[in-house]
């Protein structure tokens, strides 16, 4: 069964550093995400991607994150200058394929010290 | 107000029963329902997508009240794996739209 595959499992980083989390979505899907989970609290939407552009974002989506689909299988999320607060579980997920739904990767923790 | 609103549990029965989660949601312009699980620091996993007239996968029942801004999921005959975290997710617009997720309710299944 295709799933979302996401690199690395986890990765910490020093306060301002600049991280890129990488995600290859389900291959027949057009629609890509990302969420974010702190610990302990929901899954919360960050940004959704179509047609190489952004269709949606949040109020999390600052100016210190972007979103890149640089070839045809990888979509990436950087944040720039990394925060605590930024130390959450990074999920990518995908949808478009026959039924519309979103499916989900395995996550990724970041760890910002 | 929250977008959507679950009970958080936990709830804690016996192999063999019967559970019900509720969940209601804020926002009368939505328009697709979702149940996910989440196991202990993994990803949602998709359970079942909930449509008006309610739907059935098996052991697995939800049912959706647009009037009341309700839904609900029940587990027949609960077994051990069915130990997670459900979570209730609605959407605005069509499901490639942007998921609002609830905080989720805990359930665990002992023998």
């Known amino acids: 069964e295709p799933e979302v595959t996401q690199t690395p499992s986890h990765q910490v980083t020093q306060m301002g550093q600049e991280v890129i989390l990488r995600c290859v979505p389900i291959s027949n899907h057009l629609y890509f995400y990302w969420y974010r989970q702190i610990l302990g609290q929901k899954v919360e939407f960050l940004v959704s991607f179509y047609n190489n552009e952004i269709s949606e974002k949040s109020e999390i989506f600052d100016d210190q994150f972007s979103v890149e689909r640089p070839d045809g299988s990888n979509f990436t999320l950087k944040i720039r200058s990394t925060k605590l607060e930024d130390s959450a579980m990074y999920f990518c997920?995908?949808?478009?394929?026959?039924?519309?739904?979103?499916?989900f990767g395995p996550g990724t923790r970041l760890t910002v010290t | 107000r929250k977008e959507v609103e679950q009970d958080p549990g936990p709830f804690n029965v016996p192999e063999g029963a019967t559970v019900a989660f509720n969940c209601t949601y804020s926002?009368?312009?939505?328009?697709?329902f979702f149940w996910y699980r989440q196991d202990c620091r993994k990803e949602p996993k998709l359970l079942m997508s909930?449509?008006?007239s309610g739907n059935e996968d098996g052991r697995f029942t939800a049912q959706l009240n647009r009037a009341s801004q309700y839904i609900s999921l029940l587990i027949r005959d609960s077994k051990l794996s069915d130990s997670a975290t459900y979570l209730c997710v609605v959407a605005r617009g069509s499901t490639l739209g942007r998921l609002y997720f609830g905080r989720g309710t805990q359930l665990t299944v002992w023998p």
């Open positions: 909930v449509y008006s």
């Open positions: 997920a995908s949808s478009g394929g026959d039924n519309y739904e979103q499916y």
């Open positions: 926002n009368s312009a939505s328009q697709s």
